[in-house]
């Protein structure tokens, strides 16, 4: 099992920054793939960013060049650095990982941005 838990949300003016974290209750390379999803009021979860245990990343096309994933192992932690982040980036932010074939979810963190 692995229980995550985000933390790092909160509100924040458009074209500001702000980064979450995700730490993991086991060692993150052990862990196929660990990422972050987003949930706004009314529509369905998506993906924003991933990255596999070997470091690939993956991006959703709305945050590319905005966002980046990057974890520390020693610390079991993955990370989400936002930079210029606009009204439509307000959603529940959840962390997410991909472990002995099945999925894990974090508990969520609000990220509300403000125009």
């Known amino acids: 099992q692995v229980q995550l838990v985000e933390s790092g949300g909160g509100l924040v003016q458009a074209a500001g920054s702000l980064r979450l974290s995700c730490a993991a209750s086991?060692?993150?390379?052990?862990?196929?793939?660990m990422g972050w999803y987003r949930q706004a009021p009314g529509k369905q979860r998506e993906l924003v960013a991933t990255m596999s245990a070997t470091g690939s990343t993956n991006y959703a096309d709305s945050v590319k060049g905005r966002f980046t994933i990057s974890r520390d192992n020693g610390k079991n932690t993955v990370y989400l650095e936002m930079n210029t982040l606009k009204p439509t980036d307000t959603a529940v932010y959840y962390c997410?990982?991909?472990?002995?074939?099945?999925?894990?979810w974090g508990q969520g963190t609000q990220v509300t941005v403000s125009s």
């Open positions: 997410y990982a991909d472990f002995a074939a099945r999925a894990y």
């Open positions: 086991r060692s993150i390379l052990s862990i196929r793939t």
